[in-house]
């Protein structure tokens, strides 16, 4: 739109500037003829007597005239064009303000909404940031009471109690899966490794705290940024943010088997991608909405959770 009108003011100043000379020119001619220096031809034919010198002066004087007609009309079409070029200049430039202030009314609603944006995340995240904080005291309040109970218990019951049982939480996995791997999913039942290293917070069907509901997969503690590795050959069939599970990667081992890790900080890997045994996929996060860094995993055969433990060796 701005070339455009650019180009027009260009022609148009042209224009102005040829009608200039072309009105000079005219106002010259009929200067010349006010002072009397160009005879009109009834003056001629009264003044002289010689028909050949008459005829060659009236010749003469048909030329300037013709050439003064030619001059007038192309003025008046020289005007005509430049009456129609400002009359397009000032349409454009008309349209071109309406466009200004449509973009400059656009830029101040999408600041509007930036702004309102940006104070329902701020809103969010202080919101995030008490209930966090809310489940943290209601955790070391637990842990506290807990430990004042142990206590009282011993200092009751001196005699020697027998160990209890290992407990999901009190287990862990230290080592990695194998890499390289190879044969059908379900004959590695029992020979697999947990994706990262760290301690077990549940076990499988287990309820889980504040909800009853029982777990579907297993929750390994481990520190923020660590590697989670596959457990087996696979392809990914899902890499995305998932509402509950954070970051989500979903392998397919083929024959109906799926391997979940959720609560990501980052995955490294898209879906199509076909991925090695013990090949790093993601990096451990709290992403889910857990109120610390640990990797959620589970185990599916044809859409039915089953429990990994029965599938993994621990160290």
């Keep these: 739109m701005r070339n455009q009108l650019a180009r027009i003011q260009t022609h148009q100043g042209k224009l102005t500037a040829s009608v200039r000379t072309q009105q000079e020119l005219l106002a010259g001619q009929l200067y010349q003829q006010y002072l009397g220096e160009e005879s009109e031809p009834l003056r001629l034919m009264l003044s002289l007597r010689d028909p050949s010198e008459l005829a060659r002066r009236m010749h003469y004087l048909t ?28 349409a454009r430039e008309q349209h071109l303000e309406r466009l200004q202030a449509n973009q400059a009314r656009q830029h101040a609603e999408l600041t509007r909404e930036r702004r309102e944006h940006q104070a329902v995340l701020a809103r969010v995240s202080k919101e995030v940031a008490r209930q966090r904080g809310e ?8 842990e506290r009471l807990s430990r004042l109970v142990q206590r009282l218990a011993q200092e009751l019951s001196p005699r020697p109690r027998a160990p209890a049982r290992r407990e999901a939480n009190r287990l862990r996995n230290e080592q990695l899966p194998e890499a390289a791997l190879t044969g059908p999913f379900h004959q590695r039942k029992g020979s ?3 994706p990262v290293r760290g301690e077990l917070a549940n076990r499988f069907g287990s309820p889980r705290e504040g909800s009853g509901l029982p777990w579907k997969g297993l929750l390994i503690r481990a520190r923020g940024g660590e590697e989670v590795r596959a457990i087996a050959n696979g392809r990914v069939v899902f890499a995305d943010w998932f509402r509950g599970f954070g970051n989500l990667l979903i392998l397919d ?3 109906g088997y799926l391997s979940l890790y959720g609560y990501n900080e980052a995955l490294f890997k898209q879906v199509g991608d076909a991925v090695g045994s013990g090949e790093p996929i993601g990096a451990v996060g709290s992403s889910g909405g857990s109120a610390e860094t640990g990797l959620y995993f589970e185990i599916r055969y044809q859409g039915r959770p089953i429990d990994p433990l029965t599938w993994v060796a621990l160290k």
């Design 63 to 90: 030329y300037v005239y013709q050439a003064r007609a030619e001059l007038i009309a192309g003025l008046k079409a020289d005007l005509a064009e430049l009456n129609e070029l400002s009359a397009q200049t000032r």
């Design 135 to 142: 489940i943290g005291t209601l955790k070391r309040n637990e």
């Design 192 to 194: 697999l490794r947990l």
């Design 253 to 255: 081992h083929g024959d």
